[in-house]
């Protein structure tokens, strides 16, 4: 599904030097290097505070503490989406309250969110899933009316641009009031091991998070509160601070990739390939409003187990992202949840196929795995 090998072997020359010289300097934990790299993540995303940990699971509960949000509080998430989002909030012992998603961008439905509010609502959790920016202004409007928190899971959308409705750009994470990130070795910007981060505008929440992630110390061996140890080591650092300089690059060829996939499967009547807000459709030169973390078909009328038997017969690499319902995970049952909730999610997992994604992608890679899927699809009528 990536190719991390290729795109290695092009930044060889720069991330090798980096990591050595964390070897030499042995500061590998909080060394110069992670404050470099938070630095320009900073700069890039156009946010204030950047705290980095030690994943995207980890930022996703720091964030979460550092709201100070209370067992029994009512958390909204979408129900399609990696269980890491649910995880947290059940850990937290937070009342996790999973809501269908919008069946064209597969993002958390704004109806349903809505609905879902109760006096015990404290907070809602945008994933911007495969890549695509979630409704934010909506979100950010509902959360305002209802004085909610929103926490931005943007593990699958860093470097995308979010469209308000006046037309002016803010990047996914620097939208809410906090949000989460990981750089986990596929994601978007990966590292070479585990890593995540924690982004935010406000700087007394910045200051909270900052002493959450290091024991609940604000001043050492003075623990003000329950904290954790989260970290993200100098040497990931070293490799990500060499990476996000061509960010906007890798995020480039996804969408070229994405675009060569879509004209493929344009207009077919069984593929329904993925689109983004209206105003660009999802593939655009102009923005990075779709970072293409997945390129996600809904098939209509397709055997997909046998889709799936035939493209691995070829060799081709896909996923099924994701296959069960959260709210129909063993883990999150919750007897208040009733199945019409969820039509939608029900229908995409039954549906939905990723096709490989990744930076290196060429021509002749994508006509194969384009071309094996058509060959399957119309054969099968
Ligand atoms: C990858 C991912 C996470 C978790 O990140 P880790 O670094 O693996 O802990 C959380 N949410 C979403 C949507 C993800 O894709």
């Keep these: 599904m990536v190719d991390l090998q290729s795109q290695y072997s092009k930044i060889k020359a720069v991330v090798d030097p980096s990591i050595q010289e964390v070897m030499d300097s042995a500061a590998f934990i909080n060394g110069p290097k992670v404050r470099q790299f938070q630095s ?33 509080d009512e958390v909204i998430t979408a129900d399609f989406t990696f269980a890491a989002t649910v995880e947290v909030i059940a850990l937290l012992q937070l009342t996790p309250v999973l809501v269908d998603v919008d069946p064209v961008t597969f993002n958390i439905d704004i109806e349903a ?31 305002k009316k209802h004085n909610l928190y929103v926490i931005e899971d943007n593990a699958q959308g860093i470097g995308a641009d979010y469209t308000h409705t006046d037309g ?5 994470g620097a939208i809410g009031h906090v949000a989460s990130t990981s750089f986990f070795p596929s994601k978007n910007l990966g590292c070479y091991g585990d890593g995540g981060a924690i982004f935010t505008n406000d700087d007394d929440l910045a200051h909270t998070i900052r002493g959450i992630v290091n024991h609940g110390m604000y001043k050492r061996y003075h623990h ?10 100098s040497i990931q650092a070293a490799v990500l601070d060499a990476k996000l300089p061509h960010l906007d690059d890798y995020n480039k060829a996804r969408r070229a990739a994405a675009a060569k996939y879509t004209s493929a ?6 593929i329904v390939t993925p689109t983004g807000r209206t105003q660009c459709e999802g593939i655009c030169d102009t923005c990075d409003c779709h970072v293409f973390h997945q390129y996600t078909l809904n098939l209509i009328g397709v055997d997909r187990n046998e889709l799936v038997a035939h493209l691995q017969e070829n060799n081709i690499p896909c996923g099924v992202y994701y296959p069960i319902p959260l709210h129909l995970q063993k883990a999150y049952q919750d007897e208040r949840y009733n199945e019409d909730d969820f039509r939608i999610t029900n229908q995409l997992v039954e549906s939905v196929i990723s096709l490989p994604m ?24």
């Design 265 to 270: 499967f344009k207009d077919h009547p069984k």
């Design 358 to 381: 990744h930076t290196e992608l060429d021509d002749e890679q994508i006509d194969f795995i384009t071309s094996t899927v058509l060959n399957f699809i119309n054969k099968e009528q």
């Design 40 to 72: 320009n993540l900073e700069n890039y995303l156009d946010v204030k505070h950047v705290i980095p940990c030690a994943n995207g699971t980890d930022a996703l509960q720091i964030a979460m503490m550092g709201l100070g949000l209370k067992p029994g």
């Design 224 to 233: 003000d509160v329950v904290g954790v140890n989260s970290r993200l080591d």
């Design 168 to 172: 002016s750009k803010t990047k996914t």
């Design 113 to 143: 969110i809505e609905k879902a509010i109760t006096s015990k609502t404290k907070a809602i959790v945008p994933v911007h899933l495969f890549g695509l920016a979630a409704e934010m202004d909506a979100i950010m409007a509902i959360a």
